[in-house]
């Protein structure tokens, strides 16, 4: 692995990691508020497995960055149009940038591979 894409996978690894907690965190606050059963299976599945995406960096790179893009896509795909209606920061907007920063990340990070 060439020395850019090692200095690349760490802060993608740290990223997805908080990602992932951050993830889980609105889930559980989705449920608090709002009683959103939703909110805490999707935050802690998708949450789970951006942490699982990241563990997997950098032994295991094709698979951890697979999982983390996929995961990164499919949040941006339920933030983005969700923001955009609405226009609420908290949470859609918030998440929206998240998962778009992680599609950025794991695409940067697959291209320095």
Do not use: C, D, N
């Amino acid at each position: 692995m060439y020395q850019s894409a090692k200095r690349m996978l760490g802060p993608t690894k740290i990223y997805f990691i908080v990602f992932g907690i951050l993830t889980i965190a609105g889930g559980i606050v989705g449920y608090f508020k709002a009683g959103s059963v939703a909110s805490i299976i999707a935050g802690s599945i998708t949450g789970i497995l951006l942490l699982v995406g990241a563990w997997l960096l950098p032994e295991h790179l094709a698979a951890g960055l697979t999982i983390a893009l996929f995961t990164s896509a499919l949040l941006a795909l339920q933030f983005v149009p969700k923001f955009l209606s609405t226009g609420k920061v908290m949470p859609a907007g918030l998440m929206s940038i998240l998962s778009v920063i992680g599609i950025v990340m794991a695409v940067l990070a697959w291209m320095r591979k």
